[in-house]
């Protein structure tokens, strides 16, 4: 059999191989490889927990924004309610203060009806106290008598006249 140089490698591989065994390097390959896959493995494991939590928080999220969504179109009725409430109030108000106001002006002018009428009464029988005064002041001679009563009622309607302006 003649050595040549593939007995020589085949030699040389066979005494890797027996001091890779005999230093346990595929051991320590295999432990470090299993050590990977267990970091792996619980990379994977946390990233999954991670992911659950994730969602979980999401939903969360998610059902806290639907409430504050529903809360705040409560929040806009109500306050559509009460607006008109309030509009109706101040409407009622102001027609309420409208219809006191005319009330009052209304009594207002039944007074100044009532002191005109009070006042043309009075001048009415002051004059007439006047006439009579003259008359008897004055003699009873029917011409006299007659122009006197004529401009005593002159006189009271132009007084009518002036106090009723």
């Known amino acids: ?6 007995f020589w490698v085949a030699i040389a591989f066979i005494i890797f191989i ?7 390097v595929p051991q320590k390959i295999n ?10 493995k619980n990379e994977l494991n946390e990233a999954e927990k991670l992911r659950k939590e994730s ?3 999401l939903n969360e999220s998610q059902e806290k924004l639907e409430n504050v969504q529903k809360e705040s179109e409560q929040i806009i009725k109500n306050a559509h309610k ?3 409430k309030l509009i109706i109030e101040i409407n ?10 005319k009330k009052i002006t209304e009594q207002k002018i039944v007074q100044m ?14 004059i007439s106290i006047e006439s009579a005064t003259k008359l008897i002041k004055t003699s009873i001679n029917k011409s006299k008598l007659d122009t006197l009563f004529k401009e005593n009622l002159n006189q009271t309607k132009n007084t009518l006249k002036k106090t009723s302006a």
């Open 1 to 6: 059999m003649t050595i040549d140089a593939t």
């Open 18 to 24: 027996t001091i890779l065994v005999y230093l346990k």
């Open 31 to 40: 432990s470090l490889l299993n050590i990977m896959i267990e970091d792996i």
């Open 55 to 57: 969602k979980i928080l």
């Open 82 to 84: 009460e607006s008109e």
């Open 92 to 101: 009622n108000k102001f027609f309420q203060t409208s219809e006191n106001r």
């Open 113 to 126: 009806k009532e002191d005109a009428i009070k006042s043309i009464k009075d001048a009415a029988v002051k």
